[in-house]
């Protein structure tokens, strides 16, 4: 199937410090691109891949699984360091899940993480009577542009795979398991209103992990996809300085060279 307009990956060559951005479940590179075209503007090195059974139709999503989509941004990541002396890695919601897991596989690898409404686990009664559901019903309804800023549409399915969705809460468990191996320091920004991830996601999280340098920031005036949103320029400046903060000499370089 041909990829949706606006849901194409994105990448940018630009100086040592490179920064792997990964999108959420059902969604899209769209909704970071923004994110992704502030920090190559300013001189880094971007991917911004689009994961596997995203940015078609939601039936392709079915025959994927979350090893698929950790697959694809664990090896976008081997790329970036291979070519970058500092990597930081950003996620969105289950961009977030698939960041925390990188981070406590790769160690030292990933200089820093920024979480934007990471997503913990899955709530409610659905995802108990996922291991039955996703055998009779094939979607529910769609989860995307969960936006406070008025006239702005997140690029994602209307329907939610239930195949993928239980895959998805395997996952969720998984990195539970894994966050005291999280090491690297965290910047973590979550919205006061979020109609898709619960906000004890975040304050789990942050609990569990074994990061000793830890910023939270919350997000006032934005809803999930804060990205888009109203915060989403505070989301943009505050993850700058923080690699700033931590690669300083190397961010100078980078903004010097990427122009």
Not at 164 to 188: C, H, I, K, M, W
Request: with cysteine; net charge negative; glycine share 10%.
């Amino acid at each position: 199937m041909p990829v949706l307009p606006g849901a194409e990956p994105y990448r940018h060559e630009g100086g040592e410090i490179g920064v792997l951005l990964c999108h959420g479940f059902t969604g899209s590179p769209q909704s970071l691109r923004p994110w992704a075209e502030y920090l190559a503007e300013r001189g880094l090195t971007v991917s911004l891949p689009l994961l596997p059974g995203h940015g078609t139709r939601w039936q392709d999503m079915q025959l994927t699984g979350w090893q698929d989509w950790y697959a694809e941004v664990d090896r976008e990541l081997r790329e970036l360091t291979a070519r970058c002396t500092t990597v930081f890695v950003f996620g969105l919601s289950m961009g977030g899940a698939l960041t925390l897991r990188l981070a406590a596989r790769h160690g030292d690898a990933i200089r820093g993480i920024v979480l934007v409404n990471p997503l913990n686990r899955l709530h409610g009664l659905r995802p108990v009577l996922l291991p039955v559901l996703r055998h009779l019903v094939p979607a529910a309804p769609g989860i995307a542009s969960d936006i406070a800023k008025p006239g702005v549409q997140e690029l994602g399915y209307d329907r939610v795979p239930l195949r993928a969705a239980y895959s998805l809460r395997n996952f969720t468990g998984l990195v539970d398991g894994e966050l005291p191996q999280v090491t690297q320091p965290l910047l973590l920004l979550h919205s006061r209103t979020d109609h898709v991830v619960n906000p004890a996601d975040s304050a789990r999280i942050l609990s569990r992990v074994s990061s000793t340098d830890v910023t939270e920031v919350v997000l006032e005036q934005s809803y999930h996809v804060a990205t888009l949103d109203l915060d989403a320029e505070q989301i943009f400046d505050r993850s700058y300085a923080f690699i700033g903060r931590l690669a300083p000499q190397e961010q100078t370089e980078g903004s010097s060279t990427g122009g």
